[in-house]
């Protein structure tokens, strides 16, 4: 297996910045700071200049590159495509090589390939508490998103399930005959904090007759580390994910958690040939879903009497991977939803997995923007497709004093399978 | 190096958080879209004018260069701090003050986003053309200093034409106010058109009033495939005689539309030897008949089919085309020289023959491209910097265009300014008695040349 790409690899990439500004109408951190340290073309330039020697590691400099969500927004908009996720990356990495981990990446790094912890603490908590989350400074995989000691008291948590979801369910739930077989990964999210949106994929997969897989070798995706500049915690996963996800024949595996999508897809890519197999075969659910027809089949159900507005946030790690159409297209075709397109659906909630713990407060203003759009919308409800959205984007709405719940689609597709099974 | 004294000075004048000699934010506040670079001293935030004067009246004192910045997104090098000194960012002055809808006038703060800006605006049903191609992330402060231009103007005019009046901060410290929000006032000299464009030489944007217009009811794009430049370039003449401006009137040449193609999947049929893109905007039902009118006109010069967008996907997708070309053009070649000459709408065809004769001659590939409907093309130069001899050739490339465009009664800028990238040519345009014109002006101004120095001018 390859390596992930060190800073020194991305010298050609970090030329191809041609400095023109264009990142800075996209990059959600420089939205709320508007400092040049923030935005791509400011990092690309540090980047250089630690390469060159021209810079050392000080404060300013490790603040701008901890001032990144990864969202990828900037790339996707670039003119000459530099992709500034993949270089801030690896300076984090850089970071960590020269001075080694931060205290906080430690912990991420010493967790996540350990989820037997996370899984006692869930039987054993029930609420996710503040209080609890300092007395266990070695949980999981969710700790890397949210360690306690960092994380804000006036920040909303969801409740951590006490039974994780991939505990709840044998490995392979069988569909019908000469239907589709798929593997699902949960990803940290689902498994620990809403189960209910693991429920509700195995329901819909359930409805169109398809075999489920639920690999239990699985882990993290490894997103949370490759933030942290943990470089060989995310090797260390993405081993163990390829030897759990191939190890039974499917025909794709499904995630529902966007930065999954990402991880398995997208950051894997770059360890190789070997991968391929992982890589190429992993699919969003809303993709799996309309390619398999789900569309039409809902779009067949009678509407309900009594609808609700609901509107989609896309997440950024499925919408820079194009992934804009299908979620949109299940959610409009639900019977008891009422569609309405928000402003900028497509900008970054806040969350960027570490980056809300480091700066919960950039965080929570790039949240406030994304809470006055969904206001506008006159939405009930946002859905999106993502359990850290959903979780950042409750945030902010409650921070903003507003009524809207967010949810994970999924959730509202089960209500409405749950109805069609009611009027049999 | 400043002194401890100095930084403690601006602390206390914008606040400590706002003041950083940090390597990293000096590197940050290094360069522009030139992609040269030059480190200042210390970059400074500023958040009210008076702090802005307050500083201004230090440096002068102090004989301190400052250098205005917006979103440093310029290509002629406006922003960079060539001498060392205090960058003056200017992104923290951002407030839309007032949108004043019964005098179709607003007044805004200089770090303000364009598009913000016209967004803001047209959710009340009004209009601020300018449309420079950096628009999502440029200032108007930024916009106004240097005159930025873009593909609405053939029909509404520049930058400078929407502005009424401005507050700023002159090099000595004083502040000041030109023009205002009346639609006409003659008292003194013009120095709102005169700072229009003055590249931050003169004095620093603090405040600008600007005209507004009512957002036009709908818009109309149209793409016209031609067999030849002529072709294209006639079109342009005839739309005019035929008495219609159209909103945006954006050519690309043959050479633009094979690395568009290389690039992308462009669907253009290779008989396409040059192309327009027109769009038209006003009352719903006057903009089709417009568009007919136009397909119509220029049909007989060599048309090779004309794609009208029914739907706003449909134009979104023909603007794309246009969107394209920046990306597409390094994809063919990694370097590139963007020169924005401008010359009388009606030899646009000859100077685009004056272009492929100094690329044949050179043999560097030049691309074409841009508003054809006010004359102003964006020769791009394009070279790859890594092999022996090229860069001279593209330097050799770059004077006999703004020369060929002089000879034609044209300019060697339409919209980006000088900067410092354009002052080694400044004397093909300028006299010596036109210099030393505006190098008076400069001196009175700003007796201790500390405001943006080294701008424009030559260094003598």
Same mark, same amino acid.
């Given at each position: 297996?390859?390596?992930?790409?060190?800073?020194?690899?991305?010298?050609?990439?970090?030329?191809?910045?041609?400095?023109?500004?264009?990142?800075?109408?996209?990059?959600?951190?420089?939205?709320?700071?508007?400092?040049?340290?923030?935005?791509?073309?400011?990092?690309?330039?540090?980047?250089?200049?630690?390469?060159?020697?021209?810079?050392?590691?000080?404060?300013?400099?490790?603040?701008?590159?901890?001032?990144?969500?990864?969202?990828?927004?900037?790339?996707?908009?670039?003119?000459?495509?530099?992709?500034?996720?993949?270089?801030?990356?690896?300076?984090?990495?850089?970071?960590?090589?020269?001075?080694?981990?931060?205290?906080?990446?430690?912990?991420?790094?010493?967790?996540?390939?350990?989820?037997?912890?996370?899984?006692?603490? +869930?039987?054993?908590?029930?609420?996710?508490?503040?209080?609890?989350?300092?007395?266990?400074?070695?949980?999981?995989?969710?700790?890397?998103?949210?360690? +306690?000691?960092?994380?804000?008291?006036?920040?909303?948590?969801?409740?951590?399930?006490?039974?994780?979801?991939?505990?709840?369910?044998?490995?392979?739930?069988?569909?019908?005959?000469?239907?589709?077989?798929?593997?699902?990964?949960?990803?940290?999210?689902?498994?620990?904090?809403?189960?209910?949106?693991?429920?509700?994929?195995?329901?819909?997969?359930?409805?169109?007759?398809?075999?489920?897989?639920?690999?239990?070798?699985?882990?993290?995706?490894?997103?949370?580390?490759?933030?942290?500049?943990?470089?060989?915690?995310?090797?260390?996963?993405?081993?163990?994910?390829?030897?759990?996800?191939?190890?039974?024949?499917?025909?794709?595996?499904?995630? +529902?958690? +966007?930065?999954?999508?990402?991880?398995?897809?997208?950051?894997?890519?770059?360890?190789?040939?070997?991968?391929?197999?992982?890589?190429?075969?992993?699919?969003?659910?809303?993709?799996?879903?309309?390619?398999?027809?789900?569309?039409?089949?809902?779009?067949?159900?009678?509407?309900?009497?009594?609808?609700?507005?609901?509107?989609?946030?896309?997440?950024?790690?499925?919408?820079?991977?194009?992934?804009?159409?299908?979620?949109?297209?299940?959610?409009?075709?639900?019977?008891?939803?009422?569609?309405?397109?928000?402003?900028?659906?497509?900008?970054?909630?806040?969350?960027?997995?570490?980056?809300?713990?480091?700066?919960?407060?950039?965080?929570?203003?790039?949240?406030?923007?994304?809470?006055?759009?969904?206001?506008?919308?006159?939405?009930?409800?946002?859905?999106?497709?993502?359990?850290?959205?959903?979780?950042?984007?409750?945030?902010?709405?409650?921070?903003?004093?507003?009524?809207?719940?967010?949810?994970?689609?999924?959730?509202?597709?089960?209500?409405?399978?749950?109805?069609?099974?009611?009027?049999? | 190096?400043?002194?401890?004294?100095?930084?403690?000075?601006?602390?206390?004048?914008?606040?400590?958080?706002?003041?950083?000699?940090?390597?990293?934010?000096?590197?940050?506040?290094?360069?522009?879209? *030139?992609?040269?670079?030059?480190?200042?001293?210390?970059?400074?935030?500023?958040?009210?004018?008076?702090?802005?004067?307050?500083?201004?009246?230090?440096?002068?004192?102090?004989?301190?260069?400052?250098?205005?910045?917006?979103?440093?997104?310029?290509?002629?090098?406006?922003?960079?701090?060539?001498?060392?000194?205090?960058?003056?960012?200017?992104?923290?002055?951002?407030?839309?003050?007032?949108?004043?809808?019964?005098?179709?006038?607003?007044?805004?703060?200089?770090?303000?986003?364009?598009?913000?800006?016209?967004?803001?605006?047209?959710?009340?049903?009004?209009?601020?053309?300018?449309?420079?191609?950096?628009?999502?992330?440029?200032?108007?402060?930024?916009?106004?200093?240097?005159?930025?231009?873009?593909?609405?103007?053939?029909?509404?005019?520049?930058?400078?034409?929407?502005?009424?009046?401005?507050?700023?901060?002159?090099?000595?410290?004083?502040?000041?106010?030109?023009?205002?929000? *009346?639609?006409?006032?003659?008292?003194?000299?013009?120095?709102?058109?005169?700072?229009?464009?003055?590249?931050?030489?003169?004095?620093?944007?603090?405040?600008?009033?600007?005209?507004?217009?009512?957002?036009?009811?709908?818009?109309?794009?149209?793409?016209?495939?031609?067999?030849?430049?002529?072709?294209?370039?006639?079109?342009?003449?005839?739309?005019?005689?035929?008495?219609?401006?159209? *909103?945006?009137?954006?050519?690309?040449?043959?050479?633009?539309?094979?690395?568009?193609?290389?690039?992308?999947?462009?669907?253009?049929?290779?008989?396409?030897?040059?192309?327009?893109?027109?769009?038209?905007?006003?009352?719903?039902?006057?903009?089709?008949?417009?568009?007919?009118?136009?397909?119509?006109?220029?049909?007989?010069?060599?048309?090779?089919?004309?794609?009208?967008?029914? *739907?706003?996907?449909?134009?979104?997708?023909?603007?794309?085309?246009?969107?394209?070309?920046?990306?597409?053009?390094?994809?063919?070649?990694?370097?590139?020289?963007?020169?924005?000459?401008?010359?009388?709408?009606?030899?646009?065809?000859?100077?685009?023959?004056?272009?492929?004769?100094?690329?044949?001659?050179?043999?560097?590939?030049?691309?074409?491209?841009?508003?054809?409907?006010?004359?102003?093309?964006?020769?791009?130069?394009?070279?790859?910097?890594?092999?022996?001899?090229?860069?001279?050739?593209?330097?050799?490339?770059?004077?006999?265009?703004?020369?060929?465009?002089?000879?034609?009664?044209?300019?060697?800028?339409?919209?980006?300014?000088?900067?410092?990238?354009?002052?080694?040519?400044?004397?093909?345009?300028?006299?010596?008695?036109?210099?030393?014109?505006?190098?008076?002006?400069?001196?009175?101004?700003?007796?201790?040349?500390?405001?943006?120095?080294?701008?424009?001018?030559?260094?003598?």
């Amino acid at each position: 297996m390859k390596k992930l790409k060190r800073l020194d690899e991305y010298q050609e990439e970090i030329a191809q910045c041609v400095k023109c500004g264009a990142c800075r109408a996209h990059c959600p951190a420089f939205g709320a700071e508007k400092h040049e340290g923030r935005v791509a073309r400011g990092k690309i330039a540090l980047a250089d200049a630690l390469l060159k020697g021209e810079v050392d590691l000080e404060d300013k400099f490790l603040l701008d590159m901890s001032q990144c969500l990864l969202c990828g927004s900037c790339c996707a908009q670039c003119p000459n495509n530099v992709p500034t996720d993949e270089i801030v990356a690896a300076t984090r990495r850089e970071i960590a090589r020269r001075r080694g981990l931060s205290t906080f990446a430690k912990g991420v790094a010493g967790i996540l390939s350990r989820p037997e912890l996370m899984n006692l603490l +869930a039987k054993s908590g029930g609420k996710l508490s503040t209080l609890l989350f300092k007395k266990l400074p070695q949980s999981s995989g969710l700790r890397l998103r949210f360690p +306690a000691p960092f994380i804000s008291a006036d920040r909303t948590l969801p409740s951590l399930a006490s039974t994780p979801f991939r505990e709840r369910y044998p490995e392979k739930i069988a569909g019908a005959a000469g239907r589709p077989t798929v593997a699902f990964f949960t990803g940290c999210g689902i498994n620990y904090m809403y189960p209910e949106v693991g429920v509700a994929l195995l329901k819909a997969l359930q409805f169109i007759g398809v075999t489920v897989v639920i690999p239990a070798g699985q882990g993290c995706c490894g997103l949370p580390a490759v933030s942290a500049g943990a470089g060989e915690v995310v090797e260390q996963l993405a081993e163990q994910n390829l030897k759990a996800l191939t190890a039974t024949p499917v025909d794709c595996i499904v995630t +529902a958690c +966007a930065s999954c999508h990402a991880g398995l897809g997208k950051v894997y890519q770059d360890f190789g040939a070997e991968f391929a197999p992982l890589t190429a075969n992993v699919k969003d659910i809303f993709v799996f879903l309309v390619e398999q027809g789900l569309v039409e089949k809902l779009a067949a159900l009678p509407k309900a009497a009594k609808r609700m507005k609901v509107t989609y946030h896309d997440p950024c790690h499925l919408r820079t991977q194009g992934i804009t159409k299908e979620p949109r297209a299940i959610l409009k075709a639900l019977p008891q939803v009422d569609y309405v397109e928000m402003e900028d659906a497509g900008t970054c909630c806040g969350l960027g997995g570490t980056y809300s713990v480091y700066h919960y407060d950039t965080a929570k203003k790039i949240g406030a923007k994304k809470a006055g759009f969904i206001e506008e919308s006159g939405a009930a409800l946002v859905a999106t497709d993502c359990p850290g959205c959903i979780m950042q984007l409750q945030d902010a709405v409650n921070h903003a004093g507003q009524q809207q719940r967010a949810v994970h689609i999924l959730s509202l597709l089960m209500e409405a399978l749950e109805e069609v099974r009611e009027d049999k | 190096m400043l002194s401890e004294k100095i930084i403690k000075q601006l602390q206390r004048i914008v606040g400590a958080e706002y003041v950083s000699t940090a390597k990293a934010d000096l590197i940050c506040y290094s360069y522009d879209a *030139t992609q040269q670079q030059y480190l200042p001293n210390v970059v400074v935030h500023p958040g009210r004018t008076e702090e802005v004067a307050q500083l201004m009246l230090l440096a002068n004192a102090e004989k301190i260069p400052v250098f205005p910045r917006g979103s440093g997104s310029g290509f002629t090098g406006g922003s960079l701090p060539i001498a060392g000194g205090i960058v003056l960012a200017m992104t923290r002055l951002d407030r839309i003050v007032e949108i004043d809808a019964d005098n179709l006038v607003a007044t805004v703060e200089p770090g303000v986003v364009t598009e913000q800006f016209q967004k803001a605006v047209e959710k009340v049903g009004l209009f601020y053309p300018p449309d420079p191609a950096s628009l999502k992330f440029s200032t108007l402060g930024g916009n106004v200093a240097e005159c930025a231009g873009g593909p609405r103007c053939v029909k509404y005019g520049v930058t400078k034409d929407f502005i009424l009046g401005l507050e700023i901060v002159t090099p000595t410290g004083d502040i000041i106010r030109t023009g205002g929000p *009346t639609m006409k006032g003659v008292v003194g000299y013009d120095l709102t058109k005169l700072m229009c464009g003055s590249e931050g030489t003169l004095g620093i944007i603090t405040k600008i009033i600007i005209k507004l217009l009512p957002l036009p009811e709908a818009k109309k794009t149209m793409l016209v495939l031609f067999a030849s430049i002529d072709g294209a370039a006639q079109a342009v003449s005839a739309i005019i005689r035929g008495k219609i401006i159209p *909103t945006t009137l954006e050519f690309m040449d043959a050479a633009t539309i094979a690395c568009v193609r290389q690039a992308t999947d462009l669907d253009v049929p290779e008989s396409a030897k040059a192309l327009l893109i027109i769009e038209v905007d006003g009352d719903r039902e006057m903009i089709d008949k417009q568009a007919q009118k136009i397909a119509a006109i220029v049909q007989p010069l060599g048309v090779v089919e004309t794609r009208i967008a029914e *739907t706003s996907a449909e134009s979104e997708a023909l603007w794309q085309i246009r969107r394209s070309v920046s990306a597409s053009l390094r994809k063919v070649n990694p370097d590139k020289f963007n020169e924005d000459i401008c010359v009388p709408r009606s030899k646009v065809p000859e100077m685009i023959r004056k272009v492929e004769a100094i690329s044949a001659e050179l043999g560097i590939s030049i691309v074409n491209f841009g508003h054809a409907g006010d004359g102003n093309i964006h020769v791009n130069v394009m070279i790859d910097r890594k092999r022996p001899g090229q860069l001279e050739k593209a330097e050799r490339a770059i004077e006999a265009v703004f020369k060929g465009a002089l000879a034609l009664g044209g300019t060697m800028s339409g919209e980006h300014g000088v900067g410092i990238m354009k002052s080694p040519y400044i004397n093909l345009e300028l006299s010596a008695e036109a210099q030393s014109y505006m190098e008076t002006i400069k001196k009175a101004l700003d007796p201790n040349n500390v405001l943006n120095p080294g701008k424009i001018f030559l260094q003598r």
